[in-house]
């Protein structure tokens, strides 16, 4: 059984190194697809191991001038855009090359993973492979789970950004869903959970066509709790420091 | 003499005037965001097609039974809010969240239900992703249900010639007063004319 | 015209219950006192837009002396910053202008407050904030949802006067209470408050650590304690200290100060009392009228209260949280520290300081010296009866009496008792643990209770049995401390127990 996941990762790298392949199925998220409804149908995907890191898309800056500091479009990304880079083609004391790539809007996410044939994984894709911890694909209902996510948000972030890949790969093969840096998904402006949590179950009717804004299940599940926080608080020109993000991709036909 | 100097005044003239036509989109144009479309009439066309004239936008979708109705309703009564000359210049712009099952025949549908003037409305739709791309630029989120409904904010953006964000209202079923009087400055006849 | 006059005699006899139309009261008006929100909008704001001068805490600032609404410009940052809640002990705390509680703003009735949210670059998470004085959805929790980085602007008009909590509202909401995210605004009633001598601004909260009550080293959330409601600390001004020692409050006999206190919570709610005082004035709630002569105010988590109360004697005055056990075993705890001449027909201080030493009169000199002997290894028979004999009178001899003679049929007597001398060791055992039951001392049967007396130590024990085993006609031996510590060593004691 080990050998056999052993070799899907390894076959999964040879299709698309860097990426590890999340096995689709049915899954519980803690924000629902219609109030009451927690099971999410998900196909399978691949997603890249690691952030996107400061080398990373320093190469695609110099490939996409539309997407260098300075050039970017101001509707694309706000004034905060890379600011921690020494220049906009060059990284400086400030951004080590294997740090993950923070201070990028969600456009620049999605323009990085479009240039590289990918995309971003959707929230719902992005929530399943980080329920997992090192051994099991779901840790969700261990509180020490939680408890540890909880401990890096009370860690403030003064620190020093650690490179990517330090932390230990989960079940699914992927390095540091929590612990270093919050992540743009596709969906992160539509999460459409309310800033101020209190309201839920309480819809603005005329606001939002539908059931009205998402409640959030689980409440006890502090960790995703603040992660739609941090996503729904930021437009999708925003930049802040702690935000960055990794790639997604459809598994190639045919592949196992 | 002269009338050498004035013809390289004239070819001066002329030449600043073309550089001035073919300026590049402002960074903080909306147009920035070059998606295809397709309108009510099967025709391809583009995001930015109303660039010179302002623009109100909003997103909707042909099988909204709620809000979307109402939107269309506050969008004509803005309009009719104007004078003729001033609706005239203005042009309006829906993009449907539901491209899947809003073609171009149901968006043809949908216009004349409606009793749009097609003559400056536009319904067209574009691929998941642009429209994913679409929204977030227009601070517009939404999210597909699995009954095929849409959970979506309602909002109507004003963009000006240049295709810069102007206003922006939530207000639906009423006039908004600061709204409207934006809308109107937009409108009003350019100086010279 | 008789009718009407038959009706105006009616009306005369119970004028509330029927009026002419002209005296109809309105039956939508406010009723009699400030007329809350509904009279509270003095129009539209005069005079240059001002800048609201914000205070960290204990300090308030000075009251706004203004007779008109204005706009008034509030910018508050958050930062999240590690500090120290306790000697040793670094918590990461999540602040409103890098202090707990956060800085203080004052307003006054009918002003429009154009409120600007920064949140710092550094921060990891977004926040926002509602202020319960403010009237509009989510009291401006909806329209601030701030990124790291980013500020948001938002307005609104202060229609009620009063003392109100501000605080944060993103999820997970008790999260961010709980790292120290609430402050106080004070909304002033159109003709400001009351003039004092001083102000001072104090606001309680519970907080809850991974580890326990001053364990040292960084310690993180503890999200299950803050569910369950078992704080670790609970503290005034977000720190053990904070307000003690040299950072106690200040202030002077003859002066009356009015305390803005506040209660964060999360989740306790105070017993507000400040040990030496009492408040001459409570605006309850944080409320416009008052209670007088109060000793204890109730805080709830999410409220306020205005205290006042004039300072007529010296001293140290301790502010706590009069569940007591959080003033003494969690930091809740606060001193203000008066300052001038005494007033002794008031508060006469000691009058008398002799040693009280009860039945111990002239003798605790004999456990001194057994103790110094002890130490120098040189510990005689006598001199532990010497030191047996002034720790059993006052201990002991309260059931045993001074003769060892015992209450009969309730106390067994120790003078020649032979359940005593037959088995030293197993004596050692009932000081230390108490003993329960039917027994028979010479005789006669007893089923008492005899509580254990485990806080005396190994010494103190050693020497009471050896006084009482060579006393009133008893020739045994003297037991050592050593004998005492084995039999305490190999009594299973329950966790937690003290000794």
Known sequence: MVLGCALARVAAGAEAPGYARVAGGSFASSLPVAPGRNEVALEPFLLQRRPVTNAEFLAFAQGHPKWRRGEVPGVFADAGYLAHWSAPLALGPGARPEEPVTRVSWFAARAYCEAQGARLPTWYEWERAAAADETRSDARGDPAWRQRILDWYSRPSSEALPDVGLSPANAWGVHDLHGLVWEWVEDAGSLLAGADSREQGDPDRMKFCGSGALTLEQKENYAVLMRVAMLSSLPAAGTTNRLGFRCARDPEAGAP | ?193 | MRTPARLLALCALSAAACSSPESDPNPLAAPPGTGGSAQGDFGPPQGEAIRAALTSPPAVPPATRRKHPAKVIVELEVRELEQEISEGVKYTFWTFGGTVPGSFIRVRQGDTVEFHLKNHPDSKMPHNIDLHGVTGPGGGATSSFTAPGHESQFSFKALNEGLYVYHCATAPVGMHVANGMYGLILVEPPGGMRPVDREFYVVQGDFYTAGKYREKGFQPFDMQKAIDENPTYVLFNGSEGALTGDRALRAMVGETVRFYVGNGGPNLVSSFHVIGEIFDKVQFEGGTFHQENVQTTLIPAGGAAILEFRLEVPGSYVLVDHSIFRAFNKGALAILKVDGPENKAIYSGKELDAVYLGDRAASLGAVAEAAAADAAGELTREQQIRAGAALYNGTCSVCHQIDGEGLPGVFPPLAGSDYLVADPVRAIGVVLNGLSGKLSVNGIEYDSLMPPMSQLNDDEIANILSYALNSWGNSGPVISADEVRAVRESTARPGGAAH
Request: some cysteine; glycine content about 6%.
């Open chain 2, 1 to 193: 003499m002269i009338a050498s100097l004035r013809a390289r005044a004239l070819g001066i003239a002329l030449g600043i005037a073309l550089a001035a036509g073919a300026a590049a989109t402002p960074s903080d144009s909306l147009y920035q965001l070059e998606i295809p479309l397709v309108d009510q009439s099967g025709r391809a066309t583009a995001f930015d097609r109303e660039r010179g004239h302002p623009l109100l936008v909003s997103l909707f979708y042909t099988s909204c039974d709620f809000v979307c109705p109402t939107l269309v309703s506050t969008l004509q009564r803005l309009e009719a809010e104007l004078d003729v000359p001033a609706r005239g210049r203005l042009r309006v712009l829906l993009v449907s969240l539901d491209p899947e099952r809003d073609t171009p025949e149901q968006l043809a549908r949908a216009a004349r239900r409606h009793r749009v003037d097609l003559a400056r409305w536009s319904l067209t739709r574009a691929s998941e992703d642009d429209l994913r791309a679409l929204a977030a630029l227009l601070g517009a989120p939404y999210r597909r249900l699995p009954d095929g409904e849409f959970n979506h904010a309602t909002a109507i953006s004003l963009l000006d010639a240049e295709g810069r964000l102007v206003a922006r209202s939530e207000t639906l079923g009423r006039l908004d007063a600061d709204f409207l009087a934006r809308l109107r400055a937009a409108t009003s006849a350019p100086p010279g004319d």
